[in-house]
Protein backbone atom coordinates (compact mmCIF):
# COMPACT_ATOMS: atom_id res chain seq x y z
CA UNK A 1 0.00 0.00 0.00
CA UNK A 2 1.76 3.41 -1.15
CA UNK A 3 1.73 6.08 1.45
CA UNK A 4 2.48 9.47 0.94
CA UNK A 5 2.96 11.62 4.48
CA UNK A 6 3.51 15.07 5.07
CA UNK A 7 4.90 17.30 7.79
CA UNK A 8 6.22 20.61 9.06
CA UNK A 9 3.14 22.50 8.32
CA UNK A 10 2.43 24.93 11.27
CA UNK A 11 1.46 28.86 11.61
CA UNK A 12 4.58 31.08 11.19
CA UNK A 13 4.41 35.06 11.04
CA UNK A 14 4.77 36.78 7.29
CA UNK A 15 8.68 36.67 6.42
CA UNK A 16 9.15 33.61 8.05
CA UNK A 17 10.09 30.17 6.93
CA UNK A 18 8.81 26.86 7.30
CA UNK A 19 9.73 23.42 5.25
CA UNK A 20 7.73 20.81 4.81
CA UNK A 21 8.58 17.14 3.82
CA UNK A 22 7.02 13.94 2.67
CA UNK A 23 7.75 10.48 3.54
CA UNK A 24 6.40 8.23 0.86
CA UNK A 25 6.49 3.90 1.62
CA UNK A 26 5.30 1.77 -0.39
CA UNK A 27 6.98 3.28 -3.95
CA UNK A 28 10.51 3.57 -4.82
CA UNK A 29 10.37 7.42 -4.21
CA UNK A 30 12.96 8.14 -6.24
CA UNK A 31 11.44 6.78 -9.57
CA UNK A 32 9.06 9.67 -9.34
CA UNK A 33 8.46 13.51 -10.28
CA UNK A 34 7.66 14.62 -6.69
CA UNK A 35 5.54 17.53 -5.94
CA UNK A 36 3.94 19.82 -3.87
CA UNK A 37 0.56 21.15 -4.10
CA UNK A 38 -1.65 23.55 -2.35
CA UNK A 39 -5.77 24.13 -2.10
CA UNK A 40 -6.17 27.57 -0.12
CA UNK A 41 -10.17 27.24 1.17
CA UNK A 42 -12.32 27.97 -1.78
CA UNK A 43 -9.75 27.63 -4.56
CA UNK A 44 -8.55 24.93 -6.62
CA UNK A 45 -5.63 22.76 -5.93
CA UNK A 46 -2.56 24.59 -7.83
CA UNK A 47 0.83 23.19 -8.76
CA UNK A 48 3.81 24.88 -6.07
CA UNK A 49 6.79 23.05 -7.11
CA UNK A 50 7.83 19.90 -8.71
CA UNK A 51 11.16 17.94 -9.17
CA UNK A 52 11.67 15.37 -11.45
CA UNK A 53 14.13 11.60 -11.17
CA UNK A 54 16.80 13.20 -12.61
CA UNK A 55 16.53 16.55 -10.37
CA UNK A 56 14.61 18.91 -12.56
CA UNK A 57 12.96 21.29 -11.25
CA UNK A 58 9.54 23.86 -11.77
CA UNK A 59 7.92 26.22 -9.89
CA UNK A 60 4.88 28.38 -9.78
CA UNK A 61 5.14 32.25 -10.69
CA UNK A 62 3.90 33.05 -7.56
CA UNK A 63 6.67 31.17 -5.11
CA UNK A 64 9.87 31.65 -7.51
CA UNK A 65 12.84 32.80 -5.60
CA UNK A 66 10.92 32.02 -2.31
CA UNK A 67 10.65 28.26 -2.41
CA UNK A 68 12.84 25.60 -3.37
CA UNK A 69 12.33 21.46 -3.54
CA UNK A 70 14.58 18.72 -3.16
CA UNK A 71 14.51 15.47 -2.46
CA UNK A 72 16.86 12.82 -1.11
CA UNK A 73 16.03 8.87 -1.68
CA UNK A 74 13.92 8.76 1.15
CA UNK A 75 11.67 12.21 1.16
CA UNK A 76 11.09 15.11 -0.59
CA UNK A 77 10.92 18.45 0.76
CA UNK A 78 9.90 22.33 0.23
CA UNK A 79 12.07 24.47 2.10
CA UNK A 80 9.24 28.17 1.93
CA UNK A 81 10.90 30.84 3.00
CA UNK A 82 9.34 35.13 2.93
CA UNK A 83 6.11 33.48 3.71
CA UNK A 84 3.38 35.83 2.66
CA UNK A 85 -0.16 35.17 3.77
CA UNK A 86 -1.22 34.53 0.42
CA UNK A 87 0.35 31.29 1.18
CA UNK A 88 -1.96 29.65 3.54
CA UNK A 89 -3.56 26.55 2.33
CA UNK A 90 -3.26 23.13 3.03
CA UNK A 91 -0.16 21.78 1.53
CA UNK A 92 -0.19 18.26 -0.37
CA UNK A 93 2.66 15.94 -1.78
CA UNK A 94 2.51 14.47 -5.02
CA UNK A 95 4.24 10.96 -6.79
CA UNK A 96 3.88 10.70 -10.27
CA UNK A 97 4.87 8.35 -12.81
CA UNK A 98 4.11 7.55 -16.41
CA UNK A 99 4.94 4.71 -18.62
CA UNK A 100 3.76 3.32 -22.30
CA UNK A 101 1.70 1.13 -19.87
CA UNK A 102 0.27 3.09 -17.16
CA UNK A 103 0.35 5.68 -15.17
CA UNK A 104 1.13 5.71 -11.00
CA UNK A 105 -0.35 8.81 -9.11
CA UNK A 106 -0.44 8.82 -5.48
CA UNK A 107 -1.57 11.85 -2.73
CA UNK A 108 -0.36 12.60 0.65
CA UNK A 109 -3.18 14.04 3.23
CA UNK A 110 -2.05 17.21 3.39
CA UNK A 111 -0.34 19.76 6.18
CA UNK A 112 -1.89 23.28 6.81
CA UNK A 113 0.21 26.06 6.50
CA UNK A 114 -0.91 29.15 8.14
CA UNK A 115 0.75 32.43 7.51
CA UNK A 116 -1.01 35.33 10.02
CA UNK A 117 0.59 37.46 12.32
Known amino acids: QVQLVESGGGLVQPGGSLRLSCAAS????????MGWYRQAAGNERELVATISSGGTTNYADSVKGRFTISRDNAKVYLQMNSLKPEDTAVYYC?????????????WGQGTQVTVSS
Open 26 to 33: GIFLSIYT
Open 94 to 106: NADRRTDRRSYNY
